[in-house]
């Protein structure tokens, strides 16, 4: 099993510009998530998903949208990338009162 | 909303000292759970607990679940240098909605 994958790895992107963070799990999760880390500020999480069809914001939900159309995968999309959103991303996905599983996280700088 | 809180932001030990760091919630949870992430790393689960009172060890480490389900601690005796890294707690409340404290980074000096 593959488990959390994540990609790119590592991003740069000029203000302004959108982009699509895929995220994807072979474990037949129904919970999915993305968080992001900021040094001193733990993991505050962006948008989550209970199952396919079902989305829902987190704490830090500007900028972002998310959707659900498959079991697997759950991408995050960056509207107008602006220096703010300048993080890690971790996806995450676990059924729903166990175990999260992350993925190994996607560096973004914007300029 | 629910917040979940996390003392210290960071903690240096001389190899051998024990290590604990403090976990509080503004609202009673359901269950609270641990994770481990080491430097450039991802976190990684650790443990859940869900009942009251609970204590729970993985060989040096004691994780407790206070009686009120609001608090949680992680201790860890005589750290070595492979304990080096952040711990995080995450509460879930009532659904499946996961919130992290801001976690402790814990560094070990040999």
């Known amino acids: 099993n593959a488990g959390v994958t994540q990609t790119p790895k590592f991003q740069v992107l000029k203000t302004g510009q959108s982009m699509t963070l895929q995220c994807a799990q072979d474990m037949n999760h129904e919970y999915m998530s993305w968080y992001r880390q900021d040094p001193g500020m733990g993991l505050r999480l962006i948008h989550y998903?209970?199952?396919?069809?079902?989305?829902d914001q987190g704490e830090v939900p500007n900028g972002y949208n998310v959707s659900r159309s498959t079991t697997e995968d759950f991408p995050l999309r960056l509207l107008s990338a602006a220096p703010s959103q300048t993080s890690v991303y971790f996806c995450?996905?676990?059924?729903?009162?166990?175990?999260?599983?992350f993925g190994q996280g996607t560096r973004l700088t914007v300029v | 909303g629910q917040q979940v809180m996390q003392i210290p932001q960071y903690q240096h030990v001389q190899e051998g000292e024990d290590f604990t760091t403090y976990c509080n919630s503004s609202t009673t949870l359901s269950n609270i759970q641990w994770y481990k992430q080491r430097p450039g790393g991802h976190p990684v689960f650790l443990i859940q607990l869900v009942k009251s009172g609970e204590v729970k060890k993985q060989k040096r480490l004691t994780f407790q679940f206070g009686e009120a389900k609001k608090n949680s601690s992680l201790h860890i005796t005589a750290t070595q240098t492979t304990d080096v890294g952040t711990y995080f707690c995450a509460g879930q409340g009532g659904g499946s909605r996961l919130t992290f404290g801001e976690g402790t980074q814990l560094t070990v000096n040999p």
């Open positions: 995450a996905s676990g059924r729903a009162t166990t175990e999260a599983f």
């Open positions: 998903s209970v199952g396919a069809g079902i989305t």
